[in-house]
């Protein structure tokens, strides 16, 4: 796309309108869109058009149309983090990530739907409504960032931005059969990233090749002096790493804690087939122990619960969102507590007042200390591993998507789904998921995690391109060809 | 019977805590780039992060920490080569993000101290206070409740919120348990505080206002029998807003709680109000159900790691402290040393020392300070430096010494500055407060009281000196007390043949 923009073929302003007439065409279906801004879009385009047309110099992806997670800033466009408590905000600045992609050129086609607050593994917790997996409308695109992911599978936008705080840019990226990218924490500033978990929330790269999300990466990454755990380094070369297609004496390490019970077999199945794939191409594969993997998602539900009761506190009616209640007779604590009851849903309500509990004096040090003990022996373990292996691999997601509806009483079983993807939250180390087939029993795509060292971002890219190259030869083709053309309306 | 001041601390020993927030002057908000004046319309001093809106987030502000670490350095504390914002949480409309960033349990400052000086039965002694923690953290915003009688949140029709000072950085000075005060609680608590606020005006790091709310002191107070060794339930008072109150405080709660114990009723552990007029306090929010603020470190922000060399290099520039400086003034001076107590008790020692710096007599500029003025703040319930200013006080006291002016006469001449008349030369040309010495007029007075008092001026020219008085004070009286008394007596004297 970017080519075609650049030799002229087409436009941006072009490449824009087919996106919104495929949006039209089968948005219906799949649900991935909370808030179309065309107005804008098509303006930022003709801006793009007129600047290359010019001969100004533009970014690689100057003109290319992308969805925006609804968690991000966006100023003067609706934010509603998919809950009820913000219907109608429309934020008065920018995240640094849309001032980031504003800057180079990328076309923001709308906000894509999410999990409530981005707790969930499905986009079923979203208060506008599911999204639908474009592989098959009955099940879920994952979650929290199931919209992104949806719109990359359905070709409503070729990029997206997602967030991930324990799995919601990688496992809707393995149940959609699109690449999904966390970089390492504080490689994208969170500045306007409305947060679940500040200790784990990231924002990375969404797109339909490794290539792309590498080229988005570099788009958003970098320090930013309004967010304090930004990290004051070089971006880690991604798009030169995506491009080395070069796995030669590089070593893989194989958890071997994730990947035994509870893995689907045709999960597994592909995931060996990526393995073979990246040992044809010349890597080394070693297999690693992390026993404190086991602890991880226990950790985590303490963690980011606990954090999210607090980040949610300021949702209170009294300067933004909704407000209930205030009829000139009710007190302030009772128009809080009206509206935080209506415009919370019951897993961000579950949440926090898990995460209230766990901070509690008396219950502080069992729970939340705790917690943070797993995490910083989480970090040991994967110190560990790194010393073994240049990279770490799993599959991302334990089984392919389910159907709509089919956790909906068990939310533990729910949290399963992030079991491969939460220790790289932990750790704050970085994660990519890319497709790895299509599963022999229900014919939908798998995920392949790799996993790479902090601020060795290019590690990960560099293995992901490659195994992609590989993989794409061996089908014949993206992935996604296989995936069935939505009917639209 | 109710027991006074006195008889309570006859039968009960005091435990102090003092708590102190002090604004820094910095030009930026603790976590943004928003502007810290004072007095702004409502809400124009503000952005995302204090409004905390929804993804913003806090970066600290780097001259807040070395104001910080000043403080810490100054009261003689340890800097923690590590130390974290914690968030306090807690829901209050006027906290735009339902939690406050402090710090907990990784203060940056830690475990210091601050001597100072007491006057007691025997002679001014010194007193330690030891310091448990300096840390930072921000204000909230403000709440003005409209309508309904009381200006309170309850029965108010609406409340409005400002959310300029949401951000200040605020630091909080907290002592460890004062405990050996014994009657003299009052003054430890407001010598504490005063010598608090000369150390942080003199590093500049505050404007340390306590009427402007700049510098706000909370008095944690608890009794126990005496030799009982035991620590009582304490009360926490809030809103004590001079140095007057520190001290009024201490002794309402004194009295209070002494009088609950004697009659059998225990303390609650509570919030209370201090309340000016008088000087009792109120009850606020009881803390009976700890409130639980769920502290964790908070993950926005990275912890606090100073370089300890440039701990060092603030270490250099701290100036004079306000003890050394005391002692170099009280020799300089030549002042006793309960005078000097006094002075620095009143919070007085900048303005006589600049006064003098003009070039006042020092005993003449301690005595207006400590005597006239001081009288008339204390009428006023107000600050003595908010009155009038040093070279004010310089230029009656030259007027004296020029004699232009008697001391009555200079006492009037201040007065009429306080109220606002002027300065000392309008006030005296608009009140005629000239000094009557022209020989003239004076006789003539003198003439007049000796023909109305026949007798007592033939007593005097009988020799007996003393009865001159009567004379006297009748001429001072018909010169509107104007008359240079000293010059009436040598005249007088004169006149009825007992001059030297």
């Known amino acids: 796309m970017a080519a075609a923009l650049a030799s002229g073929e087409t436009t941006s302003v072009e490449l824009t309108e087919a996106h919104y007439a495929q949006i039209e065409k089968v948005d219906a279906q799949v649900h991935a869109f909370l808030y179309l801004d065309k107005e804008g879009a098509l303006a930022q385009a003709a801006d793009v058009d007129a600047k290359r047309k010019s001969g100004v110099e533009l970014s690689p992806l100057a003109g290319i149309p992308l969805a925006l997670k609804d968690v991000l800033a966006q100023k003067g466009i609706p934010t509603t983090c998919g809950s009820k408590m913000l219907e109608g905000w429309r934020p008065p600045y920018d995240s640094t990530v849309v001032s980031k992609l504003k800057a180079a050129g990328i076309v923001i086609l709308g906000k894509t739907n999410m999990d409530e607050f981005a707790m969930g593994s499905s986009t079923e917790n979203s208060a506008y409504g599911v999204t639908h997996n474009p592989w098959d409308l009955t099940r879920i695109p994952g979650g929290s960032g199931g919209g992104s992911s949806a719109a990359l599978a359905a070709f409503e936008a070729p990029l997206a931005i997602g967030t991930d705080t324990g799995g919601s840019i990688r496992q809707p990226a393995a149940v959609t059969g699109t690449v999904g990218v966390k970089p390492t924490y504080g490689g994208v500033s969170r500045y306007g990233l409305i947060a679940f978990s500040s200790s784990l929330d990231q924002a990375g790269p969404c797109a339909r090749t490794v290539l792309d999300a590498a080229l988005l990466h570099e788009v958003i990454a970098g320090h930013d002096e309004r967010d304090s755990t930004s990290i004051d380094a070089p971006v880690p070369q991604v798009v030169k790493a995506a491009k080395k297609l070069d796995v030669k004496g590089m070593k893989i390490g194989v958890v071997k804690e994730l990947q035994g019970e509870g893995f689907q077999s045709g999960v597994l199945s592909k995931f060996h087939e990526g393995l073979d794939a990246l040992v044809a191409a010349g890597a080394e594969l070693v297999e690693v122990s992390c026993p404190t993997f086991d602890y991880a998602l226990a950790a985590y539900y303490l963690i980011a619960p606990s954090e999210c009761s607090s980040n949610l506190a300021r949702f209170d009616s009294m300067r933004y969102g909704i407000r209930i209640g205030d009829d000139g007779n009710r007190s302030a604590e009772e128009v809080m507590k009206l509206t935080r009851h209506e415009g919370f849903g019951p897993e961000v309500k579950r949440r926090i007042i898990l995460g209230t509990y766990a901070l509690s004096s008396g219950y502080y040090d069992a729970y939340y200390g705790s917690a943070q003990k797993v995490r910083t022996l989480l970090m040991r373990d994967f110190n560990a591993a790194f010393a073994q292996a240049d990279v770490l691999v799993s599959p991302t997601a334990p089984t392919t998507a389910f159907k709509i509806g089919a956790n909906d009483n068990d939310p533990l079983a729910m949290y399963l789904n992030d079991i491969a993807t939460i220790p790289v939250n932990m750790a704050g180390i970085g994660g990519m998921s890319l497709p790895c087939g299509l599963a022999e029993e229900d014919g939908l795509p798998v995920g392949f995690q790799i996993m790479s060292p902090a601020m060795r971002d290019d590690l990960m890219y560099q293995v992901g391109g490659t195994l992609e190259a590989a993989l794409l030869s061996k089908w014949g083709g993206p992935l996604l060809d296989k995936a069935p053309v939505l009917a639209g309306n | ?500």
């Not at chain 2, 909230?140 to 951000?167: C, E, F, M, P, Q």
């Not at chain 2, 020029?402 to 005296?428: N, Y």
């Open chain 2, 1 to 500: 019977m109710s027991l006074n001041y006195d008889q309570a601390v006859e039968k009960y020993e005091p435990t102090l805590g003092l708590e102190v927030h002090v604004e820094l002057n910095t030009k930026s908000k603790m976590f943004c780039s928003c502007s810290t004046e004072f007095g702004g319309a409502p809400n124009t001093q503000t952005c995302p992060v204090c409004l905390g809106l929804p993804g913003a987030l806090p970066v600290v502000n780097g001259k807040a920490i070395e104001s910080t670490i000043l403080i810490g350095l100054a009261l003689n504390c340890s800097i923690a080569p590590f130390s974290r914002f914690a968030r306090k949480n807690y829901f209050y409309p006027d906290m735009p993000k339902n939690f406050q960033t402090s710090q907990y349990d990784e203060p940056i400052c830690v475990n210091g101290y601050l001597d100072v000086e007491i006057e007691t039965d025997e002679g001014v002694k010194p007193f330690r206070v030891e310091i448990e923690r300096v840390h930072m953290e921000e204000d909230t915003g403000k709440s003005l409740h409209v309508g309904g009688a009381t200006g309170r949140i309850h029965g108010a029709d609406y409340s409005l919120l400002d959310y300029n000072r949401a951000g200040i950085p605020l630091v909080e000075i907290v002592t460890k348990i004062v405990g050996g005060t014994g009657k003299y609680a009052p003054q430890v608590a407001r010598a504490y505080v005063t010598e608090l606020r000369d150390i942080l005006r003199s590093l500049g790091v505050s404007d340390v206002k306590m009427e402007q709310g700049s510098m706000r002191c909370d008095v944690n107070l608890s009794l126990a029998p005496i030799g009982s060794g035991e620590l009582g339930t304490r009360s926490e008072t809030k809103n004590v807003n001079s140095l007057r109150s520190v001290e009024r405080a201490v002794i309402g709660e004194v009295v209070r709680q002494s009088n609950r114990l004697q009659d059998g009723e225990r303390i609650v552990q509570e919030t209370r109000h201090f309340q000016e007029e008088s000087g009792q306090t109120r009850s606020g929010r009881s803390k009976e159900q700890a409130e639980d603020y769920r502290y964790f470190p908070e993950p926005d922000l990275v912890p606090v790691v100073p370089d300890s060399a440039w701990i060092e290099e603030l270490r250099a520039t701290l100036p004079e402290k306000p003890s050394t400086r005391r002692a170099r003034l009280q020799a300089e001076w030549s002042v006793p040393d309960k005078e000097m107590t006094s002075l620095v008790n009143a919070g007085l020692l900048d303005v006589v020392e600049e006064t003098i710096t003009i070039g006042a007599d020092p005993t003449r500029a301690r005595s207006w300070w400590l005597g006239e003025v001081s009288r008339l703040a204390n009428e006023r319930e107000v600050d003595p430096t908010t009155l009038i200013t040093p070279s004010q006080v310089a230029e009656v006291i030259s007027l004296i010494a020029s004699g232009d002016l008697t001391d009555k006469l200079a006492r009037q001449v201040v007065e009429g500055v306080i109220a606002g008349e002027g300065t000392p030369v309008e006030v005296i040309a608009e009140r005629g407060l000239k000094v009557v010495s022209d020989d003239g007029a004076l006789m003539t007075a003198i003439a007049a009281a000796i023909a109305s008092q026949p007798d007592t001026a033939e007593r005097v020219r009988g020799g007996n000196i003393p009865a001159a008085g009567a004379l006297i004070g009748a001429v001072m009286k018909a010169t509107g007390g104007q008359a240079d008394a000293a010059k009436v007596r040598e005249l007088l004297l004169k006149h009825l043949g007992q001059g030297e």
